[in-house]
């Protein structure tokens, strides 16, 4: 389904990013250069090594036209390169001189943002080479940057756990602690997660940490509405932190690299695992699909770049597979809940499933009491992990089943909300859902089990806009 092609082993130390255009796959490293391949053959360009940078390489991105390359680098410049010839256009030098760790372009090429290890991020005019607008976050240095699709917006992440939300006059709309550890990437998926009302967009945004942990969160942005930045859910997988993480072009596929060496590759939608790949022999630090072909590019500190094409016709066989198992789960045979457990990182109990003949109706009934008595599965934590796995998989049957979108969903009745409101602990909920939950002197979280700092209820106007329109359109 998915295959090594091809190996690039010219950087003398660590890659740290890989990035594609339509033509050209660009990488960088601690060698302090970026190395740019054509795609028909893999072979290097004439111009290529790209030499300017005094330091280490840490993040490389083309525009979306593919005309021009950014890269920045310790020496705290962000480079803009010509990609017909290979020239320097121009070198813009962070204000503070701090290390620069990560550059992206607009989705319209007319600005990219750099951000820098003491926190500045600074978002440059890409015509006149000049500073346009400059902020900064509070704590952290500054290692992780995405555009939303729209470019209305871009978030940042930094090395103390915070995702900060930014508008295109860097103006700051949000920051909250995101990841415990330190965040290491993040990025936004091209495609919108649901039509939402006119001047209202929902958007998926993954965000990677050294907490080992990728988060999932639904962005929604109205000019006349505002912002909001709702958590939807982690993914499972890796043992060690997390280093990289990227959608797909199409939105459909999103990859993750690891210092446990590994690469996962996930259905967006589905949110299971469809490949593991592990032929990396250090941590593997960047990973990128191209644009218009089914091509993954991943780097690691082993000084290689891998280049991973997918098989379209069983990656489409088995979404298909995929789809059709999770809408039908009480139909699984034996050997269907063999294949979940596998993808949910629980291999080790197969044989004891099929030794009690648990097929996909008995998986879902499945409680603590029979996985201790009759399943005889001794450890708490690991029978933990199983009904937790067991109640993602009947949330998200019901929600595929009844085709409403998980964030129009509340989370206590686990209905289509009806008059949603935000409570302090920055989630929606059905609002009489919510008042009984509080009514009854619960002073803690639906969905975090911590306690509310406040139990005032604020009614969510942008999501039951969206909702209603999602009703329009769907609802005869």
């Given amino acids: 389904m998915v295959k090594l092609i091809h190996t690039l082993a010219d950087h003398g130390d660590d890659v740290n990013c890989c990035a594609f255009s339509s033509s050209l796959l660009a990488t960088c490293s601690l060698d302090k250069t970026i190395r740019l391949y054509s795609l028909s053959d893999f072979s290097e360009l004439p111009h290529s090594p790209l030499k300017f940078h005094t330091y280490a390489v840490h993040w490389c991105c083309f525009s979306p036209s593919g005309h021009l390359l950014a890269s920045c680098s310790t020496d705290g410049t962000t480079v803009l390169w010509n990609m017909q010839n290979g020239q320097t256009l121009a070198v813009m030098e962070q204000p503070s001189g701090s290390p620069v760790r990560v550059c992206r372009f607009s989705p319209d090429s007319t600005c990219l943002v750099s951000g820098a290890a003491d926190g500045t991020v600074v978002l440059w005019n890409t015509?006149?080479?000049?500073?346009?607008?400059?902020?900064?976050?509070?704590?952290?240095?500054?290692?992780?940057?995405?555009?939303?699709?729209?470019?209305?917006?871009?978030?940042?992440?930094?090395?103390?756990?915070?995702?900060?939300?930014?508008?295109?006059?860097?103006?700051?709309?949000?920051?909250?602690?995101?990841?415990?550890?330190?965040?290491?990437?993040?990025?936004?998926?091209?495609?919108?997660?649901?039509?939402?009302?006119?001047?209202?967009?929902?958007?998926?945004?993954?965000?990677?940490?050294?907490?080992?942990?990728?988060?999932?969160?639904?962005?929604?942005?109205?000019?006349?509405?505002?912002?909001?930045?709702?958590?939807?859910?982690?993914?499972?997988?890796?043992?060690?932190?997390?280093?990289?993480?990227?959608?797909?072009?199409?939105?459909?596929?999103?990859?993750?690299?690891?210092?446990?060496?590994?690469?996962?590759?996930?259905?967006?939608?589905?949110?299971?695992?469809?490949?593991?790949?592990?032929?990396?022999?250090?941590?593997?630090?960047t990973c990128a699909f191209a644009p218009n072909t089914l091509l993954l590019a991943t780097g690691s500190m082993d000084k290689t770049v891998n280049i991973w094409q997918f098989d379209t016709e069983a990656l489409c066989q088995a979404r298909g597979t995929e789809d059709q198992l999770e809408q039908f789960t009480e139909d699984w045979s034996e050997e269907d809940v063999s294949v979940w457990l596998c993808e949910q990182g629980l291999k080790d109990l197969v044989g004891i499933f099929k030794m009690n003949n648990i097929d996909g109706k008995e998986l879902l009934n499945l409680t603590k009491e029979s996985l201790a008595d009759d399943l005889k599965i001794e450890s708490l934590g690991l029978r933990s992990k199983v009904l937790r796995k067991i109640e993602e998989l009947r949330t998200k049957v019901k929600s595929l089943s009844s085709g409403i979108p998980d964030e129009f969903i509340c989370p206590i009745t686990r209905e289509l909300m009806k008059e949603p409101v935000i409570a302090s602990d920055g989630y929606s909920y059905e609002k009489e859902a919510m008042e009984n939950w509080i009514g009854k002197k619960k002073r803690t979280s639906p969905m975090t089990n911590l306690i509310l700092p406040s139990v005032v209820l604020t009614p969510n106007r942008t999501l039951k806009m969206a909702i209603d329109r999602w009703l329009e359109t769907h609802q005869k």
Avoid at 180 to 205: E, H, K, M, N, Y
Wanted: proline share 2%; charged share 20%.
């Fill in 127 to 285: 015509q006149s080479y000049k500073l346009h607008r400059c902020g900064s976050v509070k704590d952290g240095s500054l290692v992780a940057c995405a555009f939303s699709p729209s470019g209305d917006l871009f978030v940042t992440g930094s090395s103390c756990g915070d995702l900060t939300v930014w508008d295109d006059k860097m103006r700051c709309l949000h920051s909250e602690k995101a990841h415990d550890l330190g965040i290491t990437c993040c990025d936004f998926s091209s495609q919108p997660v649901s039509d939402g009302a006119q001047d209202l967009q929902f958007f998926r945004l993954a965000s990677c940490g050294q907490d080992c942990q990728i988060k999932i969160w639904i962005v929604s942005f109205s000019h006349i509405l505002g912002f909001e930045l709702k958590y939807k859910s982690t993914l499972s997988g890796h043992c060690a932190p997390v280093l990289a993480c990227a959608f797909s072009h199409d939105g459909q596929m999103l990859v993750s690299g690891s210092v446990d060496k590994s690469i996962i590759v996930y259905d967006a939608n589905t949110e299971n695992i469809l490949h593991t790949l592990t032929q990396h022999t250090r941590y593997v630090t």
